[in-house]
């Protein structure tokens, strides 16, 4: 089992995130610029989460997807923040209801059994999003003292399906022929992750004790690690190394949402 959380930690993580996500749009206003996610507003953020909802409530329960026409729902609901909270309402549902033995896309490296993978994948999906959304209240990028519903354990999983779940993917494109190791370390634990990168798709494995020898060593508080690894802050840096190319990991590595 790639993750340690259960669950029902991971849908408490997207209630909890849900709940700040419709907090800090409604403290921004619908209209409003969103410093993270470039060219969105607010409206259209949340119209994007509740599709996304929306989506996954579908693909868990083998019903009907209709993406574009859920996302203009979105844009054009009376009251999008009710609307928001009904589709994250479906996807709780469909996860609960589900069967431990659910069938279903996987789209990630390392994944968790279906059910667990899409309590998972909403769980950090709405919690990124719901950083958008506060970036959107500040008019700036946050940074982890912000971020206040946001456990150790809840940004330590999710720095984890990240760099075990999505750098992994044939489709990534963070590569170097040259070579390079990249260690990220939270200050939380006795560990990280080792980052080994090539002209292949990049292998991700887990360690304890002793940093290997690497070319970056990003460290820092596990919340921050969290946000500057989704590029929603850039608070945590590089220890300094023998090797660069910190700028090109962020570009090469970011998942476009």
């Known amino acids: 089992m790639p993750t340690t959380l259960t669950l029902a930690a991971h849908l408490e993580g997207l209630r909890a995130a849900l ?6 749009a409604d403290r921004a206003g619908l209209a409003a610029p969103v410093p993270t996610t470039p060219d969105w507003t607010v409206r259209r953020l949340v119209a994007h989460q509740g599709m996304v909802h929306r989506w996954a409530a579908a693909v868990v329960t083998g019903s009907e997807q209709a993406p574009d026409r859920w996302e203009q729902e979105g844009r054009e609901a009376p009251d999008p923040l009710e609307w928001l909270r009904d589709g994250a309402i479906e996807v709780v549902t469909a996860i609960s209801q589900a069967s431990d033995d659910l069938d279903t896309l996987l789209f990630l490296a390392d994944a968790p059994a279906p059910r667990h993978f899409w309590a998972r994948r909403q769980c950090h999906e709405t919690t990124i999003h719901a950083i958008d959304a506060l970036s959107a209240a500040l008019g700036r990028y946050p940074v982890a003292g912000d971020v206040t519903w946001i456990s150790t354990e809840v940004a330590l999983d999710g720095i984890d399906e990240l760099v075990c779940g999505f750098l992994p993917r044939p489709v ?18 006795s560990g990280g992750w080792l980052v080994e990168i090539s002209a292949a798709p990049p292998v991700t494995t887990r360690f304890t004790g002793a940093t290997p020898e690497v070319d970056i060593d990003l460290t820092g508080p596990a919340v921050a690690l969290y946000l ?8 945590a840096t590089p220890a300094p190394g023998p090797g660069g190319g910190w700028d090109e990991w962020r570009d090469s590595a970011q998942v476009v949402w």
Request: glycine share 6%; net charge positive.
């Open 228 to 235: 500057t690894l989704w590029n929603r802050s850039d608070e």
């Open 172 to 189: 990534t494109r963070l590569r170097s022929e040259a070579g390079q190791r990249i260690a990220v370390r939270p200050d939380e634990g």
């Open 19 to 24: 709940l700040a996500l419709v907090r800090y």
